[in-house]
């Protein structure tokens, strides 16, 4: 009798957004998070992708803690939204976040939290319920990616260190791009971040600790339009894809 009670007990779904960063390569003084687009701020279409999502928990977002663009956001004050004090690097302020889950939220360490990048507006609704469904038998956890098509080199400086030249041609069969959400258990991704962070290894996406920890995340083909904003060109091309998302009119 306990077994089938526990059974019905399902982990639960968290969405994690790090949102401390200040986006110095883009050069512009705004964050790109909160750059405008198509009429409202790039975070706007993160955050709306998971607080109106019926699978969800809640949302908890890693703010820099001086902060002056948050409240103006037309989120900033949803019920579904928790906000964490951001770190110095993207894993500082995950690794922040995940103390907020567990302390004022309540989640357990077998719930599933969805990391997913603030400058990242175009993810598409059936690439995060595609994620969400493999979930069900999965033992270490998920990323949205996608196949290189693209020739990759790899370089090399010159001696006088001013010219690029190319190394080697890599072979492509095998590569991925690695996009957000990445999945993973709440506990699993403490430790490993931990791990990482104790040994000095300043990781740039949540699998990449994971993979330090000695395991193999799955990867899950996702649309190439789940762009980051990163350069100033990449605001129009997002814009041009909410469009033909039927996102933005």
């Given at each position: 009798?306990?077994?089938?009670?526990?059974?019905i007990?399902?982990p639960?779904?968290?969405?994690?957004?790090?949102?401390?960063?200040?986006?110095?390569?883009f050069?512009?003084?705004?964050p790109?998070?909160?750059?405008?687009?198509?009429?409202?701020?790039?975070?706007?279409?993160?955050?709306?992708?998971?607080?109106?999502?019926p699978?969800l928990s809640?949302c908890v977002?890693?703010?820099?803690r001086?902060?002056?663009?948050?409240?103006?956001?037309?989120?900033?004050?949803?019920p579904?939204?928790?906000?964490?004090?951001?770190?110095?690097?993207?894993?500082?302020?995950?690794?922040?976040?995940?103390a907020?889950?567990?302390?004022?939220?309540?989640?357990?360490d077998?719930?599933w939290?969805?990391?997913?990048?603030?400058?990242?507006?175009?993810?598409?609704?059936?690439d995060l319920?595609?994620?969400?469904?493999?979930?069900?038998?999965?033992?270490?956890g998920?990323?949205?990616?996608?196949?290189?098509?693209?020739?990759?080199k790899?370089?090399?400086?010159?001696?006088?260190?001013?010219?690029?030249?190319?190394?080697?041609?890599?072979?492509?069969?095998t590569?991925?791009?690695?996009?957000?959400?990445q999945v993973?258990?709440?506990?699993?991704?403490?430790?490993?971040?931990?791990?990482?962070?104790a040994n000095?290894?300043?990781?740039?996406?949540d699998?990449?600790?994971?993979e330090?920890?000695?395991l193999?995340?799955?990867?899950?083909?996702?649309?190439?339009?789940?762009i980051?904003?990163?350069?100033?060109?990449?605001?129009?091309?997002?814009?041009?894809?909410?469009?033909?998302?039927?996102?933005?009119?």
């Open positions: 009798m306990n077994h089938a009670h526990s059974s007990i399902t639960r779904l968290w969405a994690l957004i790090p949102a401390a960063g200040v986006g110095r390569r050069g512009a003084t705004v790109k998070q909160y750059l405008e687009l198509g009429g409202r701020r790039v975070i706007d279409y993160v955050l709306e992708m998971f607080i109106f999502h699978k809640g977002v890693a703010l820099d001086n902060d002056p663009y948050w409240n103006d956001g037309i989120y900033a004050a949803h579904n939204i928790h906000r964490a004090i951001g770190g110095n690097e993207r894993c500082h302020s995950v690794n922040n976040a995940l907020t889950l567990t302390n004022d939220l309540g989640a357990q077998d719930d939290v969805l990391v997913h990048d603030a400058a990242r507006p175009c993810l598409r609704r059936s319920d595609a994620l969400i469904a493999v979930l069900t038998n999965e033992p270490v998920v990323l949205l990616a996608v196949p290189v098509h693209d020739t990759v790899q370089s090399q400086l010159t001696e006088n260190e001013k010219i690029v030249r190319v190394a080697t041609t890599v072979a492509r069969s590569l991925w791009r690695a996009y957000t959400p993973f258990r709440l506990g699993l991704l403490r430790q490993a971040l931990n791990q990482a962070l000095n290894q300043l990781v740039t996406d699998a990449s600790a994971i330090l920890f000695g193999s995340p799955r990867l899950v083909e996702g649309h190439a339009d789940n980051k904003i990163t350069r100033p060109e990449d605001l129009p091309l997002a814009q041009f894809f909410l469009i033909q998302q039927g996102r933005l009119c």
